[in-house]
């Protein structure tokens, strides 16, 4: 992608009085001979949901892990909040307020969901040791867990899945997981959320329920980028689509627009495409 | 009734309540050891000493056990190497206490000066340890620290060490001969003045040793047992502690560690913090109680923290199951009682009740008789005095094996702590909205 393509889409949007919440530029990263991210630059706008589609291998997930101190990027920048990230240990990107849920859901299997749930929260007082020992500095330790302990419970009715509270996480099934996943980022009351395939595996009155708290939260002022195969989930719920393909971003924009681009379909159904 | 309701009904008794699972433990095992003193027709004072070193080393194997598993069993830190860290602990403080005048020389300071310094070195040298291997997989930590605690332990038998002189200040290890540490400490109970040859007994002694030696009792018995008495607390103390860091958030965040590392980071905490954090505590406990196992000998040698040390705190936590601080109490007393201390009293039964002569020089040669279907060989040969050690490690193998193919959860491992600081089924506040 051309700076210039870059500099007017920017533009664009600062004409609409846009906030961009994220900004990748140039992004690349190389395994070896491979490059998986060839040069992605993309933004994405504040309170928005957006989606990030392309075929197998385009590399979405490498992305979401450059972005999220997974993996470091050989160049480029990320940019979030107008803090730049790019580098920072997957840990400091989550303190920023960005955090990301996994293709595979990795829920804590040994610990129940509730323990799921209150482990995510940022800055608790007992995670210092002298803290959750001593009997005097405990009892803020006691305070903030009685908060978190109402603050999940809330979680978990949005997520309509209290009945399972006390269960180990690692009996859910499929679609429980993706939502304790969710519900789990969100406790650590981040400002954008990346969901690499939230609806994978999940049975469609579950996606139904699932894309509704999307919405919810997005009137809340969350922000979401995720990654999703179903080309009817995207185009009906994304604000922006961003399309990858081989590294590269191919197009960006609105759904129509995407639906639209013959670029695109020749991408998805295995054609050369120039980028 | 068959052994499968026993068991459950023993279950039922004992496993909702840990105070009576390990007086019920502490009673069997007690028993079991007043029945070998029969047996082999001690005296009262030879019973109740045999009964203080089993108490005395259950104690001792429940502590490292409890702090092993804050590594391994709630972090999934592997460390191999405690025995280094335990021999750390003990040659610091033996070192700082050892008198100016003593040889090898020490630095003289006060024994509590010189356990809070030891207790401090450990714990920053564990950090110092870990800090390599700690971003990576668990088996890297396991080669560094098992390679870490053999480096100590050579050096500390380096004659190169043993009397030296550096930068002025003259110290030393003792070398392969070992090192003299402090009297034991719990002797000013009793004493007015420990130090002296043959001390006086102060009120409290003089009134514990009358009351005693009418049933034959000696002095150094009763302070042996004052000893057990504050490793009794002490590992009340470790108990508690274990537990309330098992339901705190930082607990938390070490099961999370274990299970999911990267999960744990991209929910926003610096797992390298919690980790290191959480080894250098460890080292930190193992170096206090190694002072506390050694304290009552007065002694230390480099052969004390050999690896296999390492692997005996293993044993115990596995076979009370990692994850559980209950456990690791019941593994620590069920290794130093059956596995540990077992064996030396079975040979001595065996031998005071089977006249066996002619035993065979080696394993081998008392294998090679089984062919002949003949068991006396083999029987001879274990119970030798100095074939202990080898009967031992097969029992322990076995134990090993037989807990990794029917239990690999240990006895308690199955166990899940809810780990949080307060009752997570409470939502009290919120009942009282709706309403």
Redesign the interface.
Known sequence: MSKNAHSARSDQTQKGQQEQILKVENLRKTFGGITAVADVSFHVEKGSITGLIGPNGAGKSTTFDLI?G?QRPDGGEVEFNDTEITGY????V??QGL??T?QIA?E?????V??NL???P?N??????WR??LPRA?TK??EQ??EL??Q???MLELFEIEHV??E?AGNLSGGQRKLLEMA??LM?DPEMVLLDEPLAGVNPTLEEKLIDRLHTLKERGYTFLFVEHDMDVIMNNCDTVIVMHQGSVLTEGQPEAVKNNDRVLDAYLGEEVKI | MSTGSIQARAEGWLGNNDVRLLVALALAIGGLYALFSVVLGFQLNGTVNTLRRVAFLSAIYAMLALALNLQWGYAGLFNLGAAGFMAIGVYTMGILAAPVTASPPGFGLPLPVAIVAAILVTGVVGGLAALPAIRLRADYLAIVTVAFSEIVRLTLRAPEFANTRIAGVAFGTGGATGLSLPSNPIRILFYTDPAATAPAPNALGAAMFSAVEPLGIEQTLVIGWAYVVVLCLCLGLLYWLMIRIGKSPFGRVLKSIREDQQVTQALGKDTRLFKIKTFALGCALMGLIAILWRLSGGYASPRMFKPIQTFYIFIALFIGGTGSPTGSIVGGALFASLLFEGPSFVRRVVAEYLQLSNAPDTLVGALAELGTLDVTPLLAYSVQDVSISALRLMLLGTVLVYLMQRHPDGLLGHRKAIASSVDLAQQATREDDNE
Request: hydrophobic letters at 45%; proline letters at 0%; glycine letters at 2%.
């Open positions: 999220t997974v240990r997957s840990d400091q989550a303190n955090v990301r996994f990795r804590l299997s040994e610990m129940t509730l323990e209150l482990l995510a940022q608790q007082a007992g995670e210092a040791v959750a020992v405990r330790v006691v867990e009685k302990r109402e999940a419970w809330e509270a006390h180990s789990r980022v650590t």
